[in-house]
Protein backbone atom coordinates (compact mmCIF):
# COMPACT_ATOMS: atom_id res chain seq x y z
CA UNK A 1 0.00 0.00 0.00
CA UNK A 2 2.52 2.03 1.27
CA UNK A 3 4.45 1.48 -2.65
CA UNK A 4 1.37 2.31 -4.28
CA UNK A 5 0.68 5.56 -2.20
CA UNK A 6 4.40 6.79 -2.80
CA UNK A 7 3.95 6.13 -6.84
CA UNK A 8 1.12 7.75 -6.99
CA UNK A 9 1.89 10.95 -5.30
CA UNK A 10 5.26 11.21 -7.27
CA UNK A 11 2.82 10.87 -10.53
CA UNK A 12 0.48 13.47 -8.73
CA UNK A 13 -0.72 14.85 -12.30
CA UNK A 14 -1.48 11.33 -14.04
CA UNK A 15 -3.17 10.52 -10.85
CA UNK A 16 -5.71 13.50 -11.20
CA UNK A 17 -6.26 13.02 -14.85
CA UNK A 18 -7.39 9.39 -13.27
CA UNK A 19 -9.36 10.46 -10.74
CA UNK A 20 -11.24 13.12 -12.43
CA UNK A 21 -11.91 10.55 -15.07
CA UNK A 22 -13.33 8.16 -12.32
CA UNK A 23 -15.19 11.47 -11.06
CA UNK A 24 -16.76 12.32 -14.42
CA UNK A 25 -17.69 8.26 -15.54
CA UNK A 26 -19.60 8.33 -12.03
CA UNK A 27 -21.28 11.18 -12.99
CA UNK A 28 -22.71 10.43 -15.80
CA UNK A 29 -23.71 6.87 -14.48
CA UNK A 30 -25.59 8.60 -11.80
CA UNK A 31 -27.34 11.43 -13.99
CA UNK A 32 -28.56 8.52 -16.40
CA UNK A 33 -29.19 6.03 -13.47
CA UNK A 34 -31.03 8.05 -11.28
CA UNK A 35 -32.04 11.12 -13.06
CA UNK A 36 -32.50 10.13 -16.55
CA UNK A 37 -30.40 12.60 -17.38
CA UNK A 38 -32.28 15.57 -16.65
CA UNK A 39 -29.78 16.56 -13.87
CA UNK A 40 -26.77 16.53 -16.59
CA UNK A 41 -23.63 14.73 -15.94
CA UNK A 42 -21.08 17.89 -15.49
CA UNK A 43 -23.85 19.02 -13.30
CA UNK A 44 -23.77 16.25 -11.36
CA UNK A 45 -19.48 16.41 -11.75
CA UNK A 46 -19.02 19.57 -10.33
CA UNK A 47 -21.38 18.99 -7.39
CA UNK A 48 -19.32 16.38 -6.51
CA UNK A 49 -16.13 18.18 -7.06
CA UNK A 50 -17.54 20.89 -4.83
CA UNK A 51 -17.91 18.05 -2.25
CA UNK A 52 -14.82 16.40 -2.41
CA UNK A 53 -13.18 20.45 -2.25
CA UNK A 54 -15.18 20.29 0.90
CA UNK A 55 -13.74 17.40 2.39
CA UNK A 56 -10.80 18.06 1.45
CA UNK A 57 -10.28 21.10 2.96
CA UNK A 58 -12.05 19.79 6.18
CA UNK A 59 -9.42 16.93 6.92
CA UNK A 60 -6.03 18.85 6.23
CA UNK A 61 -7.24 22.13 7.51
CA UNK A 62 -5.66 23.25 4.44
CA UNK A 63 -7.20 26.10 1.67
CA UNK A 64 -7.19 24.06 -1.49
CA UNK A 65 -9.40 21.50 -0.80
CA UNK A 66 -7.75 18.13 -1.92
CA UNK A 67 -4.68 19.43 -3.58
CA UNK A 68 -3.39 19.94 -0.07
CA UNK A 69 -3.15 15.93 0.51
CA UNK A 70 -0.21 15.42 -1.02
CA UNK A 71 -1.53 11.70 -2.56
CA UNK A 72 -4.05 14.32 -4.61
CA UNK A 73 -1.32 17.65 -5.15
CA UNK A 74 -1.56 16.88 -8.40
CA UNK A 75 -4.97 18.48 -8.53
CA UNK A 76 -3.45 21.68 -8.18
CA UNK A 77 -1.69 21.48 -11.06
CA UNK A 78 -4.78 20.02 -12.97
CA UNK A 79 -6.82 22.97 -11.95
CA UNK A 80 -4.30 25.65 -12.32
CA UNK A 81 -4.07 28.71 -14.36
CA UNK A 82 -1.76 27.02 -16.84
CA UNK A 83 -4.24 24.61 -17.95
CA UNK A 84 -7.04 26.69 -17.48
CA UNK A 85 -5.74 29.25 -19.94
CA UNK A 86 -4.49 26.44 -22.27
CA UNK A 87 -8.14 25.27 -22.48
CA UNK A 88 -9.54 28.57 -23.02
CA UNK A 89 -7.07 28.96 -25.99
CA UNK A 90 -7.61 25.69 -27.22
CA UNK A 91 -11.44 26.23 -27.16
CA UNK A 92 -11.18 29.54 -29.12
CA UNK A 93 -8.98 28.01 -31.16
CA UNK A 94 -11.70 25.69 -32.23
CA UNK A 95 -14.06 28.43 -33.44
CA UNK A 96 -14.60 29.36 -36.90
CA UNK A 97 -15.76 33.48 -36.95
CA UNK A 98 -18.09 32.62 -40.37
CA UNK A 99 -20.27 30.13 -38.46
CA UNK A 100 -21.46 32.93 -35.84
CA UNK A 101 -22.93 34.89 -38.63
CA UNK A 102 -25.45 31.83 -39.55
CA UNK A 103 -27.30 33.00 -36.28
CA UNK A 104 -27.79 36.42 -37.88
CA UNK A 105 -28.71 39.89 -35.99
CA UNK A 106 -30.27 37.76 -32.98
CA UNK A 107 -27.12 36.02 -32.09
CA UNK A 108 -24.67 38.87 -32.22
CA UNK A 109 -27.34 40.87 -30.10
CA UNK A 110 -27.73 37.83 -27.56
CA UNK A 111 -24.03 37.36 -27.13
CA UNK A 112 -23.60 41.19 -26.41
CA UNK A 113 -26.91 41.64 -23.82
CA UNK A 114 -25.92 38.78 -22.29
CA UNK A 115 -22.43 39.49 -21.62
CA UNK A 116 -23.38 43.26 -20.42
CA UNK A 117 -26.17 42.17 -18.51
CA UNK A 118 -24.48 38.88 -16.21
CA UNK A 119 -21.83 41.75 -15.62
CA UNK A 120 -23.45 44.37 -14.55
CA UNK A 121 -25.70 41.88 -12.68
CA UNK A 122 -22.84 40.36 -11.00
CA UNK A 123 -21.57 43.71 -10.15
CA UNK A 124 -24.51 44.92 -8.67
CA UNK A 125 -24.45 41.68 -6.15
CA UNK A 126 -20.88 42.03 -5.16
CA UNK A 127 -21.79 46.32 -4.46
CA UNK A 128 -24.91 44.97 -2.06
CA UNK A 129 -22.02 42.51 -0.30
CA UNK A 130 -19.41 45.04 0.42
CA UNK A 131 -17.57 44.38 -2.36
CA UNK A 132 -17.42 48.51 -3.92
CA UNK A 133 -14.14 48.51 -5.71
CA UNK A 134 -14.47 48.29 -9.25
CA UNK A 135 -11.92 45.38 -9.33
CA UNK A 136 -13.95 43.40 -7.16
CA UNK A 137 -17.15 44.25 -8.76
CA UNK A 138 -15.55 43.68 -12.11
CA UNK A 139 -13.70 40.11 -11.53
CA UNK A 140 -17.14 39.20 -9.76
CA UNK A 141 -19.51 39.96 -12.76
CA UNK A 142 -16.90 38.26 -15.15
CA UNK A 143 -17.63 35.46 -13.56
CA UNK A 144 -21.90 35.85 -12.99
CA UNK A 145 -20.74 35.48 -16.72
CA UNK A 146 -18.96 31.95 -16.49
CA UNK A 147 -16.38 30.80 -14.15
CA UNK A 148 -13.77 30.96 -16.65
CA UNK A 149 -13.71 34.73 -17.64
CA UNK A 150 -13.71 35.42 -13.61
CA UNK A 151 -10.39 34.18 -12.79
CA UNK A 152 -8.50 35.49 -16.26
CA UNK A 153 -10.30 39.01 -15.50
CA UNK A 154 -9.63 38.89 -11.75
CA UNK A 155 -6.02 37.87 -12.39
CA UNK A 156 -5.53 40.56 -15.80
CA UNK A 157 -7.06 43.16 -12.99
CA UNK A 158 -4.99 42.09 -10.15
CA UNK A 159 -7.81 41.17 -7.57
CA UNK A 160 -7.37 39.01 -4.53
CA UNK A 161 -7.71 35.42 -4.34
CA UNK A 162 -11.29 35.81 -2.17
CA UNK A 163 -12.42 38.00 -4.65
CA UNK A 164 -11.43 35.23 -7.58
CA UNK A 165 -12.84 32.43 -5.58
CA UNK A 166 -16.24 33.84 -5.10
CA UNK A 167 -16.14 34.89 -8.87
CA UNK A 168 -15.62 30.81 -9.94
CA UNK A 169 -18.09 30.00 -7.32
CA UNK A 170 -21.00 32.57 -8.66
CA UNK A 171 -20.49 30.95 -12.36
CA UNK A 172 -20.36 27.39 -11.02
CA UNK A 173 -23.71 28.57 -9.28
CA UNK A 174 -24.77 30.02 -12.86
CA UNK A 175 -23.77 26.72 -14.87
CA UNK A 176 -25.32 23.72 -12.50
CA UNK A 177 -28.77 26.46 -13.03
CA UNK A 178 -28.85 26.39 -15.92
CA UNK A 179 -27.52 22.61 -16.50
CA UNK A 180 -30.95 21.99 -14.24
CA UNK A 181 -33.52 24.63 -15.77
CA UNK A 182 -33.21 24.56 -19.12
CA UNK A 183 -34.89 21.62 -20.13
CA UNK A 184 -37.85 23.12 -17.93
CA UNK A 185 -37.78 26.42 -19.51
CA UNK A 186 -36.92 25.41 -23.11
CA UNK A 187 -41.14 24.74 -23.71
CA UNK A 188 -41.73 28.08 -22.45
CA UNK A 189 -39.53 30.28 -24.55
CA UNK A 190 -39.19 28.00 -27.78
CA UNK A 191 -35.99 26.86 -27.45
CA UNK A 192 -36.45 23.39 -30.20
CA UNK A 193 -34.81 25.18 -33.13
CA UNK A 194 -30.63 25.86 -34.05
CA UNK A 195 -31.55 29.76 -33.91
CA UNK A 196 -33.19 29.73 -30.87
CA UNK A 197 -30.63 27.70 -29.59
CA UNK A 198 -27.71 30.08 -30.90
CA UNK A 199 -29.33 33.07 -29.11
CA UNK A 200 -29.85 31.28 -25.87
CA UNK A 201 -26.36 30.09 -25.40
CA UNK A 202 -25.70 33.44 -26.46
CA UNK A 203 -27.42 34.84 -23.52
CA UNK A 204 -26.39 32.78 -20.83
CA UNK A 205 -22.69 32.14 -21.67
CA UNK A 206 -21.53 29.06 -19.77
CA UNK A 207 -20.78 26.65 -21.99
CA UNK A 208 -21.09 23.57 -19.53
CA UNK A 209 -24.15 25.06 -18.57
CA UNK A 210 -26.24 25.42 -22.05
CA UNK A 211 -24.39 22.20 -23.27
CA UNK A 212 -25.85 20.12 -20.46
CA UNK A 213 -28.78 21.76 -20.42
CA UNK A 214 -29.39 21.34 -24.14
CA UNK A 215 -28.29 17.79 -24.39
CA UNK A 216 -30.73 16.99 -21.75
CA UNK A 217 -33.42 19.35 -23.86
CA UNK A 218 -32.81 17.81 -27.24
CA UNK A 219 -29.32 16.85 -28.07
CA UNK A 220 -29.18 18.21 -32.23
CA UNK A 221 -29.57 21.38 -30.79
CA UNK A 222 -26.09 21.20 -28.34
CA UNK A 223 -23.37 22.53 -31.62
CA UNK A 224 -25.82 25.48 -31.50
CA UNK A 225 -26.09 26.70 -28.16
CA UNK A 226 -22.89 25.71 -27.27
CA UNK A 227 -21.01 27.63 -30.23
CA UNK A 228 -22.31 31.09 -29.25
CA UNK A 229 -21.65 30.28 -25.58
CA UNK A 230 -18.07 29.40 -26.37
CA UNK A 231 -17.98 32.98 -28.43
CA UNK A 232 -19.05 34.10 -24.93
CA UNK A 233 -16.57 32.91 -22.93
CA UNK A 234 -14.26 34.48 -25.75
CA UNK A 235 -15.55 37.67 -25.46
CA UNK A 236 -15.98 37.62 -22.18
CA UNK A 237 -12.43 36.86 -21.30
CA UNK A 238 -11.66 40.08 -23.74
CA UNK A 239 -14.13 42.90 -22.32
CA UNK A 240 -13.61 41.88 -18.70
CA UNK A 241 -10.55 42.87 -18.02
CA UNK A 242 -10.93 46.47 -20.36
CA UNK A 243 -14.44 47.68 -21.49
CA UNK A 244 -16.32 46.44 -18.74
CA UNK A 245 -14.01 47.58 -16.17
CA UNK A 246 -13.90 50.65 -17.48
CA UNK A 247 -17.81 51.08 -17.94
CA UNK A 248 -18.48 49.83 -14.32
CA UNK A 249 -15.66 52.49 -13.14
CA UNK A 250 -17.60 54.83 -15.08
CA UNK A 251 -21.32 53.87 -13.56
CA UNK A 252 -20.13 53.01 -10.21
CA UNK A 253 -17.41 55.31 -10.03
CA UNK A 254 -15.78 53.03 -8.15
Do not use: Q
Amino acid sequence: MELITATLTKNGLLFAFLLVGLVMWASYFLSHHLTRGRLHGSAVAIMVGLLLAYLGGLFSGGTKGLADIPLFAGLGIMGGAMLRDFAIVSTAYGVDLAEIRKSGLVGVLSLAFGIVLSFLVGAIVALAFGYGDAVSMTTIGAGAATYIVGPVTGTALGASSEVVALSVAAGLVKSVIVMIGTPFIAPLIGLNNPKSAMAYGGLMGTTSGVAGGLAATDKRLVPYGAMTATFYTGLGCLMGPSLMYLMIRAIFGA
